[in-house]
């Protein structure tokens, strides 16, 4: 590691997120123009030196999105827009797609433009010289209109390895354009972080110009390559927050920027910023609507979780004893997983993080209450809020917020009509009994709806709460039991996020488990200790409320 006098600034990297544009290549993602604006509102709070919206060229919504975009007063980052030089035998200024990026209005735009003299010949199928009056006029003439102009050379590396002095050529043509930064792309993704640096070397030595790196994860080196260009000279890195892209993904941003700033002692975020990027890479897979990965360098949530009971053991002496970087540098949490696996020492940890006050010899009990729970399919280990209830409803004084009485889930499907599904829930919240009815677009869902409904007169928090993922598993049964069924639901709520698990042989009774671990960690973690809804004030006898139906779908 290198290591700097605090107050000696550290050399800065430029990050240029292309997450928008590059980053929506990845199959599966369509972003609303919505979610673009939202992902650029927190890249920008985040402090990314440029964020690439989109082409305006190739389609209306990137255009859209610029229109929108420059109405924003962007505090970090410049906005730039992407496009392509100009076509071969044409003057730049016919061009339609330089037109359409003078048209995104942004303070820079990013040109690309070719650099293998395979792709110049067989692909544009023009000449080598009209390659570099196409690289060079096409960055002049929006210098000329008052662009920064960052030049994207692509299949840089493949190029300069079948012709060196012709890739060198084309990102001369654009240093004479104007281009500010000159972005070495490894556009197929194919190369090996020794051979990027010594070819950035190479080429920092030649052109004594401002050098970026585009690279991709095809040989699972994205990252590697982005950081040996860094160490080669380049100073701009561009990729996409969780490596989203097409085929194996952009480099991702995610764990470049940490091993910039921990590890190499570069600047790339605004002092202070480096503790947001866990929180931005679950924002951006969040409006990805794509799973966030758990197993993520440093961004993921089980990058700082310990299960096994050595770790654990040594953990309680020493932090730093098994692992690389404090969690707190990048806004991620340490976690004890708890599974039966475990030692004491894990539910101890577990009751410290959850700031829970056990009981003497509690720790054993919950253990072997853990041990047992998992004999008969429960799996705590990603469940940490079932864990907390479960210790938590072992603590002296305890009282659970509500009680589930009955449930009743109905599906089924009429003549004429679609699919329906409904919820009936009875739950005491003290002296008072609660009894609704609620649609959903599934059994559980509907059991959801209801659960809810009921409470919220008595607990408004449960407003604040959603289901963010359900997940069911279905365990194989062994010798003279029936499979069981495990259910895992993420939740969200203003205080973060939670998980539960339910198991059972029966997927609703799995679920409802689930469901109420879920809605009774989230008002725990709330700080809801009793009834505080307008309903709790009127103070009324027990009486079973009449069955309200509900006409919204959740
Ligand atoms: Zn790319």
């Known amino acids: 590691m290198e290591s700097s006098s605090p107050s000696a600034p550290r050399p800065a990297v430029e990050v240029y997120d292309t997450t928008l544009r590059d980053g929506s290549q990845r199959e599966g ?19 990314v030196s440029y964020i690439e919206g989109g082409w305006p060229g190739s389609n209306p919504k990137d255009m859209e999105f610029f229109e929108r975009g420059r109405a924003r007063g962007w505090k970090h980052a410049k906005l730039t827009a992407f496009g392509m030089t100009r076509r071969a035998n044409s003057r730049a200024e016919d061009d339609k797609n330089l037109q359409a990026l003078l048209l995104a209005e942004t303070p820079a735009c990013t040109v690309v433009g070719k650099t293998s003299v395979l792709h110049v010949t067989e ?80 080429v920092a030595a030649e052109l004594q110009h401002p050098l970026g790196i585009h690279a991709h994860d095809d040989t699972g080196c994205g990252v590697a390559n982005s950081l040996a260009a860094v160490l080669g000279g380049a100073r701009h890195v561009q990729g996409t927050i969780n490596g989203f892209g097409e085929r194996c993904g952009n480099a991702n941003l995610s764990v470049i920027i940490p091993n910039l700033e921990l590890k190499l002692g570069f600047q790339a975020l605004p002092s202070g910023k480096l503790s947001e990027v866990a929180e931005l890479s679950r924002f951006v897979a969040d409006v990805a609507n794509v799973t966030h990965d758990a197993h993520m360098a440093y961004v993921g949530r ?55 006050k056990i009981g003497e010899g509690a720790d054993l009990e919950t253990l072997n209450e853990i041990k047992a729970a998992e004999a008969r399919g429960l799996s705590f280990e990603s469940a940490e809020a079932s864990v907390a209830l479960l210790m938590l409803r072992r603590a002296p004084g305890y009282t659970a917020l509500f009680e589930v009485l009955d449930y009743e889930a109905q599906v089924g499907k ?79 709520g203003e205080q973060g996020d939670w998980s539960t698990v339910g198991a059972s042989p029966n997927i609703i009774e799995a679920s409802m488990h689930a469901l109420v671990d879920s809605i009774e960690y989230g008002l725990v973690k709330a700080g809801v200790t009793h009834a505080t809804g307008p309903a709790s004030a009127r103070a009324q006898a027990s009486k079973p409320a009449a069955a309200a139906r509900s006409g919204s779908s959740n």
């Open 29 to 47: 993602i369509s972003y609303t123009l919505d979610d673009k604006l939202r992902i650029a509102d927190r890249l920008d709070a985040f402090g």
């Open 123 to 202: 692909v544009v199928r023009t000449t080598l010289e009209e390659n570099l009056k196409m690289i060079e006029e096409s960055v002049a003439f929006l210098r000329s209109k008052g662009r920064e102009v960052i030049y994207d050379a692509e299949h840089f590396f493949d190029g300069y390895a079948l012709n060196p002095a012709y890739a060198l050529d084309t990102l001369r043509a654009a240093q004479r354009g104007g281009a500010r930064v000159l972005v070495l792309c490894e556009t197929n993704g194919g190369g090996l972080p020794w051979d990027i640096q010594a070819v950035v070397s190479k």
């Open 302 to 356: 089980s990058a700082f979780a310990h299960k096994g009971g050595i770790h654990v053991a040594a953990m309680r002496r020493h932090a730093d004893s098994y692992q690389h970087v404090a969690p707190e540098t990048v806004g991620n949490v340490m976690r004890v997983v708890v599974s039966e696996l475990s030692g004491r020492g894990s539910v101890l940890s577990k009751a410290e993080e959850l700031g829970l």
């Open 414 to 492: 009429r003549q004429g009509t679609e699919m329906y599904a409904e919820g009936i829930v009875k739950v005491r919240v003290g002296t008072q009994v609660f009894h609704t009815v609620a649609d959903g677009n599934g059994p559980v869902s509907a059991l959801d709806a209801a659960l809810r409904k009921a409470l919220a007169p008595m607990y408004p928090a449960v407003e604040h709460m959603r289901l963010a993922d359900y997940k069911v598993r279905i365990l194989d049964g062994t010798e003279g039991t029936s499979a069981i069924t495990r259910v895992l639901i993420d939740s969200r």
